[in-house]
């Protein structure tokens, strides 16, 4: 008899799965394009939550952002996520939400923008997570100071405003 990969999931566990998640809050992170409609909805019945979370890591509402950050998602993508989420919530109401992770305190990237980013998320999205950028890699953009004014911004605007350090995001550049 052949042995499944431990990497594969059985539909025995898939069936599972909505013992686990139903009536809890349930938070995905994905890209812009693996989205649709259908996706969302059939992910929805599959789990059975009491509310699907729906994350994604644009960084900044500018183009330009992105670029800098190779993060390949164009402006045509984002506004798509935003007629998705209109489009979904007309039949799931707020039992999915959709919110989206800027990035702060990276060189090149001005504090307005920041700001400016977390306004126009929260006017099509259902929220924002702030992230403080952390350089991981010595080509990557360095890190910068990050002013109280924005700190309190993001504190007063955001669901969360994450400023962890650790010792994974320490450069070992001398290795």
């Known amino acids: 008899m052949k042995s499944i990969p431990k990497s594969v999931i059985t539909l025995a566990e898939i069936k599972g ?4 998640t139903k009536n809890l809050s349930v938070e995905i992170e994905t890209r812009p394009e693996f989205l649709s409609e259908n996706s969302l909805l059939k ?3 599959l789990l059975s939550p009491k509310r699907l979370v729906v994350r994604m890591g644009f960084e900044s509402v500018f183009q330009e952002v992105r670029n800098k950050l190779n993060k390949g998602i164009p402006d045509l993508q984002i506004k798509e996520v935003y ?11 707020d039992k999915i939400l959709f919110v989206a992770y800027v990035l702060f305190g990276l060189e090149s990237i001005d504090e307005a923008s920041v700001k400016e980013s977390v306004k126009v998320f929260r006017e099509h999205l ?3 997570i702030a992230i403080k ?18 700190l309190n911004f993001l504190r007063s605007t955001c669901l969360d405003v994450d400023l962890t350090t650790s010792e ?4 070992q550049l001398n290795k």
Do not use: N, Q
């Open 126 to 128: 259902d929220g924002v």
């Open 83 to 93: 007629r998705l989420r209109e489009s979904v919530r007309k039949k799931l109401k």
């Open 17 to 20: 799965i909505p013992e686990l």
């Open 43 to 45: 992910t929805y019945e």
């Open 168 to 171: 994974i995001w320490e450069l």
């Open 133 to 150: 950028y952390r350089r991981y890699k010595e080509t990557m953009p360095k890190e910068t100071a990050v002013s109280e004014d924005l």
